[in-house]
Nanobody, 114 residues
């Protein structure tokens, strides 16, 4: 199970930190990712982190503004979002992947608006 939290309404230029708490599987073995889906658009990868946290990947649109991290002891992955823009508005989903095994959270809404 993956449970996201930390979404909400923020003004442009503001910051949020999303959290995703995992349970029911061996978290430290899974690569973790954050995806987002805006209304009328396809779901897109925002950021990914390898199981040990040594490899990070970001979408070009969030590089330099978002930071993904994980705490394997707490079975939690985070997404720190700075300098938020209206185009960052979306439902943000956490996912876990190990080979062909995928788990998804229910999503948390992030709205960037003045």
């Amino acid at each position: 199970q993956l449970v996201e939290s930390g979404g909400g309404l923020v003004q442009p230029g503001g910051s949020l930190r999303l959290s995703c708490a995992a349970s029911g599987f061996t978290f430290s073995m899974y690569a973790m990712s954050w995806y987002r889906q805006a209304p009328g658009k396809e779901r897109e990868l925002v950021a990914a982190i390898s199981s040990a946290g040594s490899n990070l990947n970001y979408a070009d649109s969030v590089k330099g503004r978002f930071t993904i991290s994980r705490d394997n002891a707490e079975s939690t992955v985070y997404l720190r979002m700075n300098s938020l823009k209206p185009e960052d508005t979306a439902v943000y989903y956490c996912s876990a992947r190990l080979g062909s095994l995928w788990y998804w959270g229910q999503g948390t809404q992030v709205t960037v608006s003045s």
